[in-house]
């Protein structure tokens, strides 16, 4: 609360400390109160005029309710007993430091602002965070010598407008966050500098705040962020990312028209070009680090929302990017235990702390956190062998790291080996989507997420798994991971589904990558091919990335299936999505094998 009445006699009065701000108050009040009668309803509207005329009508709502809490009687005179009653009180209290205001956007929605300011007087850098999961005042305002604020975005809780993910984040028709640091620049509180910050969904704003092309805001702190909604978010392959879909918009109580949008926009087409950043990298100059999880479910959004700009974004952006990936799940990224895994030393490197970065790109402060290396990324390793390769944090000037792309071949007596078999074979799936391969770990949002035992699913009739040789050595894995697979399917559609494990010498198989392609989606995102049963198509199938040693003993694993449920919606074969279909086909899919047909590339770090 002192601030404001720092703000209100700050045209009068210089250098205040803050234990004298109510009482240097007085003056002001006195000069207005004329007829030393108490200050009545005209002398103080003449107040609250003049703090209007200075600061804008947000502050003078502020300093109206502080007056409103001084009029202990409410008879509409402020008398002297009361002003003091109440200035002994506000000196004991710290609630004039938190101002709420709804803030108009440009389209006159006013969205719920909540602005958490130091106790000393002066203008500060600021952060700010807008979130869809409510926002309130945040503590640490003085201690960070920041000023904080939290808003509620467009639709959610205390802010008005229509409740749809992301509505208003980004650069088309509503620009709230662009709006919100225009008005933050413009405070009295604010020396000029803004920065960014917060996870998943906060992080998402973030990169839509950037690619709207803002020169507002100095330096962000990205965490576990997608950058494309369709691509990162919503759909994989052609296939929905169903339980994420389903689990996120439902479970924060979202508009049902949300669910009903997402379904209704199967292709990659205008809809989600209107929310996909990468498509405006030239727009994005802001220098960020960009902090992203190997089991994660925006895994691939970290690594491109980096890259993008790295190497595409604006002036301020280029070579100003930094990337950190641990062995992470969503919502678990500053330890190092992760499902069924513990990684040694997996926490989160703290030379790249949000603290160090805004304190060099937002107070100006020499700290070296500009000439951190450019990507810090955890190599994971065995984690039942303390001698193991791997399992420590490596940095470099790029991602991903110098390697050599190589094929591991689908053989036709079930191995995996990087010299294709001469002699072609065929290996059949027959897929029931009544009965779907169940989800096991892995890259979730809503269900149980990370490195999982895959046996259970690996013992499945409708699975296939191709393993390789005992490794003789230990093989690093580090970058992009994708698969061309030949098949061909008895029905109208169907899925292919690929799981990348690392099996340990006691038969253990935990995931590491997975991916899904969607037949009638091979060719292109943005419109279905129809599939002819029986005709053999090579479908290319991307598993995103990861860092990973395979220790010598070790065996890699590829398991081959037509669905991950609930992860994924199930394909029910018939050209229809599953939530159209009422009876879903069993699907004969034949996996064609060796002579070089189908493989996985693994970017091998020699």
């Known amino acids: 609360m002192k601030i404001f009445l720092i703000l209100l006699c700050a045209a009068l009065v210089s250098g205040v400390d803050q234990k004298t701000i109510v009482t240097r108050l007085e003056p002001l009040l006195v000069a ?69 205001v709804m803030l108009p956007m440009r389209d006159g929605t006013k969205l719920a602002t909540y602005v958490s300011l130091p ?25 960070s010598g920041y000023v904080l604020v939290m808003q509620d975005q467009r639709g959610r809780f205390g802010s008005g407008g229509e409740n749809i993910p992301f509505v208003g984040c980004g650069w088309n028709e509503w620009q709230d966050g662009v709006d919100t640091t225009a008005w933050i620049k413009m405070q009295p509180w604010c020396n000029g500098k803004i920065g960014t910050v917060g996870a998943s969904a906060l992080g998402i704003t973030q990169e839509f705040m950037a690619a709207a092309g803002t020169e507002d805001i100095a330096a962000q702190f990205i ?6 909604l369709y691509h990162h ?33 199967p292709y990659y087409d205008s809809y989600w070009r209107a929310y996909d950043a990468t498509v405006r990298f030239e727009k994005m100059n802001i220098p960020a680090i960009h902090e992203g999880g190997w089991f994660d479910t925006f895994a691939q959004g970290s690594i491109d929302g980096f890259l993008g700009r790295q190497t595409n974004g604006g002036p301020n952006a280029r070579g100003k990017q930094k990337l950190v990936m641990g ?55 065995d984690v039942s062998d303390k001698n193991a390769p791997g399992n420590e944090w490596r940095y470099g000037s790029n991602w991903p790291p110098a390697s050599v792309d190589i094929r591991w071949y689908l053989a036709a007596d079930k191995k995996l080996a990087t010299n294709g078999s001469s002699a072609e074979g065929v290996d059949t799936i027959i897929f029931n989507p009544k009965d779907p391969c169940p989800t096991v770990g892995g890259r979730n949002l809503t269900i149980p997420s990370g490195p999982m035992d ?41 899925d292919v589904h690929l799981r990348l494990c690392d099996v340990y010498p006691d038969g253990k198989s935990f995931l590491i990558v997975d991916g899904i392609r969607r037949l009638s989606m091979r060719e292109s995102f943005e419109a279905p091919v129809p599939v002819e049963p029986g005709k053999t198509y090579a479908v290319s199938v991307d ?60 970017p091998t770090v020699r």
């Open 32 to 100: 207005a109160d004329a007829d030393k009668n108490g200050l009545d309803a005209r002398e103080r509207a003449g107040v609250e005029a003049k703090v209007k005329s200075a600061y804008g009508d947000a502050i003078r709502a502020s300093v109206a309710k502080l007056l409103d809490r001084a009029d202990a009687d409410h008879d509409g005179v402020i008398t002297e007993a009361e002003w003091t009653a109440f200035k002994q009180k506000a000196l004991l209290s710290d609630e004039l430091l938190h101002i709420k």
């Open 119 to 143: 106790e000393t007087n002066g203008a500060f850098p600021v952060i700010l965070s807008r979130t869809p999961y409510k926002a309130d005042f945040r503590g640490g305002a003085e201690e």
């Open 223 to 228: 965490t576990v962020a997608a950058v494309s």
């Open 233 to 265: 978010a919503a759909y994989h392959g052609g296939a929905l990312f169903k339980a994420q879909v389903e689990g996120w918009i439902r479970g924060n109580k979202y508009d049902e028209k949300a669910h009903e949008l997402y379904l209704a926009h």
């Open 327 to 381: 062995p992470w799940a969503h919502g678990k990224h500053h330890t190092n235990i992760c499902a069924e895994m513990t990684f040694p030393n997996g926490a989160f490197p703290k030379a790249y702390a949000d603290a160090a970065w805004f304190d060099h790109y937002l107070k100006g402060l020499s700290n070296g956190a500009d000439a951190l290396p450019t990507v810090a990324y955890y190599t994971m390793g």
């Open 454 to 494: 895959q046996r259970k699913a690996d013992g499945r009739g409708d699975v296939i798994c191709y393993d390789s040789a005992l490794l003789a050595s230990p093989v690093e894995v580090s970058g992009r991971i994708r698969a061309v697979i030949n098949l061909s399917t008895s029905a109208s559609n169907t």
């Open 543 to 602: 598993l995103w990335s990861t860092s990973i040693v395979f220790n010598k003993g070790h065996r890699i694993r590829l398991a081959v299936s037509a669905s991950s449920y609930p992860r994924f919606d199930v394909n029910p074969g018939t050209g229809k999505r599953m939530h159209e279909e009422n009876n879903p086909v069993i699907q004969t899919n034949r996996i064609v094998t060796g002579a070089a047909a189908s493989y996985v590339v693994l």
